[in-house]
């Protein structure tokens, strides 16, 4: 019996952001499946909805893959894969497999050689980079930095060095309540002419999107306080 195939599908970045989210194709694709592989269960059966899901969500097989269950083992997600069905991947939001856990699915899918197919839709740290002016023909994502200050402000410089070096854009998020204190040791720690972009609510109706040099940035700060946000270094 042929393997099914695992779909993964883009959730919005942002409430009330679903029209710029999905695409017919995407649309068409949730309406052939009934089975899914989620970070969040609730989330994910409101994208859907919003994304015009035809099937009745009574009907529908969900798997939850949010922190608290990936222990316990994935088996239970492939069987359906196994017999031939076709099964969507959903992350919290943006992208399956980008700076999300979802990766560990699609790795295990590739093992068993099951087909994977990605769907076209909003990635946060793409957009900050086609945004942002800077580099994006090498670029790094790096994840969270350290939350030590001596450490994280370490860290700064060893991205500015890198950017330098390599002529190279680097990239990293924050969790959104420590931007603040983030941003502060930013403009604390690097150089007065490195660049620096600040993407934050991308997609939303407060979307935020500047490049400026740190010293410009330190003549006036925004306030990024649980506002999802990406930072993108640049100095050359």
Same mark, same amino acid.
């Given at each position: 019996?042929?393997?099914?195939?695992?779909?993964?599908?883009?959730?919005?970045?942002?409430?009330?952001?679903?029209?710029?989210?999905?695409?017919?194709?995407?649309?068409?694709?949730?309406?052939?499946?009934?089975?899914?592989?989620?970070?969040? =269960? &609730?989330?994910? !059966?409101?994208?859907? %909805?919003?994304?015009? +899901?035809?099937? @009745?969500? #009574?009907? $529908? *097989?969900?798997?939850?893959?949010?922190?608290?269950?990936?222990?316990?083992?994935?088996?239970?997600?492939?069987?359906?894969?196994?017999?031939?069905?076709?099964?969507?991947?959903?992350?919290?939001?943006?992208?399956?497999?980008?700076?999300?856990?979802?990766?560990?699915?699609? =790795? &295990?899918?590739? !093992?068993?050689?099951? %087909?994977?197919?990605? +769907?076209?839709? @909003?990635? #946060?740290? $793409? *957009?900050?980079?086609?945004?942002?002016?800077?580099?994006?023909?090498?670029?790094?994502?790096?994840?969270?930095?350290?939350?030590?200050?001596?450490?994280?402000?370490?860290?700064?410089?060893?991205?500015?060095?890198?950017?330098?070096?390599?002529?190279?854009?680097?990239?990293?998020?924050?969790?959104?309540?420590?931007?603040?204190?983030?941003?502060?040791?930013?403009?604390?720690?690097?150089?007065?002419?490195?660049?620096?972009?600040?993407?934050?609510?991308?997609?939303?109706?407060?979307?935020?999107?500047?490049?400026?040099?740190?010293?410009?940035?330190?003549?006036?700060?925004?306030?990024?306080?649980?506002?999802?946000?990406?930072?993108?270094?640049?100095?050359?």
């Amino acid at each position: 019996m042929p393997l099914g195939t695992l779909y993964l599908i883009p959730v919005p970045l942002a409430d009330e952001a679903a029209a710029k989210s999905f695409t017919p194709y995407l649309v068409d694709t949730i309406n052939s499946i009934k089975e899914y592989i989620v970070e969040n =269960e &609730k989330t994910a !059966r409101k994208f859907l %909805k919003e994304a015009g +899901l035809k099937t @009745p969500q #009574s009907e $529908l *097989l969900i798997h939850d893959y949010s922190k608290h269950n990936r222990d316990s083992g994935t088996g239970e997600f492939f069987k359906g894969l196994q017999v031939g069905k076709s099964v969507g991947l959903m992350s919290e939001a943006g992208c399956p497999g980008i700076a999300d856990p979802g990766a560990e699915i699609v =790795e &295990k899918a590739h !093992r068993m050689g099951i %087909k994977v197919v990605p +769907l076209v839709g @909003p990635s #946060s740290i $793409l *957009l900050a980079l086609m945004a942002s002016g800077f580099n994006g023909q090498s670029f790094t994502f790096h994840g969270y930095l350290p939350i030590d200050k001596a450490e994280r402000s370490k860290k700064i410089k060893e991205l500015e060095n890198l950017s330098e070096k390599n002529d190279q854009t680097q990239i990293f998020i924050e969790t959104p309540f420590r931007n603040n204190p983030m941003l502060e040791e930013i403009l604390k720690t690097a150089h007065p002419k490195t660049r620096l972009c600040i993407a934050a609510d991308l997609t939303s109706a407060t979307e935020f999107v500047q490049t400026k040099t740190i010293a410009e940035w330190q003549k006036k700060v925004p306030e990024l306080h649980k506002r999802p946000a990406i930072f993108l270094l640049f100095h050359r």
